[in-house]
């Protein structure tokens, strides 16, 4: 059974520094991984989808990348601002027949303080 | 259109009642899904539903009861819930390929 862990559980840093979170899994097979960030009480916000073929995704201030053979992302965040408080989740495409099934980590609550 | 839409938004039903959560999309995508995340954990999958056939049941309780009318519109129908079952509930839809999940914004259920 897929299991994807995220560390720290926990994070707060001061505006400005730049920070990793980190995803692991325990089956290597898995199709792509997602990145969401999540603010309290709302829905899922995608970030960056990495592909089962490539070993890097950036968008503006995040870089994603992914090594399948060690079941590891990490998601890099430059210059963190405030705005970036919220929970942060990884999510396994673990092909489940014929269907893709997302499996969540267990999420990286990040605190950005001014 | 990249967007994922439930309806309600905030939903408090008692133990005897029977209502239903809603959820759209337009991205033309074949598969949609059913999450369930309590307060301070990732979400949990319940149900996801390929072509408009349910494909997966992660051995969700048969009060909760999932419905896919057509390709853009997946119901979950909820009847006889318990207190436990109180969470934020959150759909999801995905492309075939190497495409990205959209989730929506949830429905948050209070069962009193």
């Known amino acids: 059974k897929q299991e994807v862990t995220q560390i720290p559980a926990a994070l707060s840093v001061p505006e400005g520094e730049n920070l990793v979170l980190n995803c692991s899994f325990t089956?290597?097979?898995?199709?792509?991984l997602q990145w969401f960030r999540q603010d309290p009480g709302k829905g899922l916000t995608s970030l960056l989808l990495i592909q089962s073929s490539q070993r890097e995704q950036t968008s503006g201030r995040l870089n994603a990348s992914l090594d399948k053979s060690s079941g590891r992302s990490t998601l890099y965040i430059a210059a963190s601002q405030p705005g970036d408080s919220a929970t942060y989740l990884c999510?396994?495409?673990?092909?489940?027949?014929?269907?893709?099934?997302?499996?969540f980590g267990t999420g990286t609550l990040l605190a950005v303080q001014p | 259109d990249t967007e994922v839409t439930q309806t309600p938004k905030h939903l408090v039903m008692g133990m005897t009642n029977k209502k239903s959560l809603k959820c759209e999309q337009h991205m033309g995508h074949r598969a949609m899904y059913w999450y369930k995340q309590k307060a301070k954990k990732p979400p949990e999958l319940m149900f996801v539903y390929s072509y408009e056939k349910l494909s997966i049941n992660e051995s969700v309780p048969s009060r909760f009861s999932p419905e896919c009318p057509n390709s853009s519109l997946l119901n979950l129908h909820l009847h006889a819930l318990q207190p436990e079952d109180s969470a934020l509930y959150l759909c999801?839809?995905?492309?075939?390929?190497?495409?990205?999940?959209?989730f929506g914004q949830g429905t948050r259920l209070t069962v009193v």
């Open positions: 999801a839809s995905l492309g075939g390929g190497n495409t990205e999940a959209f």
């Open positions: 089956d290597s097979a898995i199709y792509n």
């Open positions: 999510a396994v495409f673990d092909y489940g027949g014929a269907t893709n099934k997302l499996i």
